[in-house]
């Protein structure tokens, strides 16, 4: 079947036209990379696309749309986190022609995995995988998102979350540091005011009172700068207590995921840093965790390929 797939983010939308079965890889023959700011909502963004894409969207029978923000009750609207933004499926079906569905942009991640190709994956922790294991998807990037799936193929099942927005626990005086001012900024912190990009200059104007972009810092940490690289070790050492605590919540005996354009930027540096022993730190549960195999995705395009493979499964 052809359909129509998006990823639309905070920052960043990918939206594409695929060939799929279900349970399949999706082909992909028209794909477009925009940037959400440029748009006033997300049925401009869509019709932006739509009629760029012209012929190529003949054949299509149905659009999945994976969103930064949760998803109503009925699947019929979503909020954007990130962005002023809502979406409604009935709008939405009234611009492109077709039956549209929303799900979580996390649903989508753990969609895509099911789907990623080996070579996408860099291993951390080999653990002790259980085929039918449950599997989890974290990302770090302009939110923090989490979602786990069941099953494979036409037996997937998605279990979408808010994990990111579970309060942070400081681990340590530099994260209390951390949690203090932001809880003076914010009256709560989240897990994705700290473990996000927004979070990565969070911390770091903390540690250092300087506001630089992300980007910069990432820039900055990868060239050895003292004290971007201390931002990056206070993230990191955030991030692994994150996941390990969403390890323990969920056991993914079928691994855990990596994702997020903050993750696959900072990639170096986290191979490198001792993510993996703050993850298994779990005291008289350290050997259960270390069971758990941890993965980090690089495949930049995952949420719009798990997007169209829940189009097929429409």
């Known amino acids: 079947m052809k359909v129509l797939a998006g990823d639309l983010g905070g920052t960043k939308a990918l939206i594409g036209i695929a060939m799929i079965d279900p349970g399949q890889t999706p082909v992909f023959t028209h794909t477009r990379r925009l940037a959400s700011a440029d748009f006033s909502d997300c049925r401009a963004l869509l019709a932006s696309f739509c009629a760029e894409a012209g012929e190529a969207l003949h054949g299509v029978t149905q659009a999945c749309l994976a969103v930064a923000g949760p998803i109503s009750a009925d ?6 986190t990130n962005l002023p933004w809502q979406a409604d499926v009935a709008v939405l079906a009234a611009c492109t022609g077709m039956p549209v569905k929303l799900v979580n942009d996390f ?4 969609a895509g995995v099911t789907v990623c190709a080996a070579d996408q994956l860099v291993t951390l922790q080999a653990g002790t995988p ?4 449950l599997r989890l998807v974290i990302g770090a990037g302009t939110g923090l998102g989490v979602a786990a799936m069941l099953g494979e193929g036409t037996t997937l099942r998605i279990l979408p979350s808010e994990g990111g927005h579970v309060g942070f626990s400081p681990l340590n005086a530099t994260q209390a540091r951390i949690h203090a001012e932001l809880l003076a900024i914010h009256g709560r912190v989240t897990a994705e005011r700290v473990i996000s990009g927004p979070g990565l200059h969070a911390i770091h104007q903390v540690l250092t009172g300087q506001s630089l972009d992300p980007a910069e810092i990432a820039q900055r940490a990868m060239a050895d700068d003292r004290e971007a690289l201390a931002t990056t070790d206070a993230f990191f050492s955030a991030y ?3 996941a390990g605590d969403m390890a323990m919540a969920f056991l993914p005996r079928g691994g855990l995921y990596l994702a997020g354009g903050v993750t696959q930027r900072l ?3 986290l191979e490198r840093s001792p993510f993996l022993a703050t993850f298994n730190a779990k005291a008289e549960h350290a050997a259960l965790v270390a069971q758990m195999p941890v993965h980090v995705l ?3 395009a995952i949420g719009l390929s798990g997007a169209a493979v829940l189009a097929a499964l429409s």
Do not use: E, I, S
């Open 130 to 133: 259980l085929p039918d294991g």
């Open 240 to 242: 692994a207590a994150f």
């Open 267 to 269: 990639l170096p540096l």
């Open 75 to 80: 699947g019929r609207q979503a909020r954007f």
């Open 298 to 300: 690089t495949d930049t």
């Open 107 to 110: 649903a989508a991640v753990a």
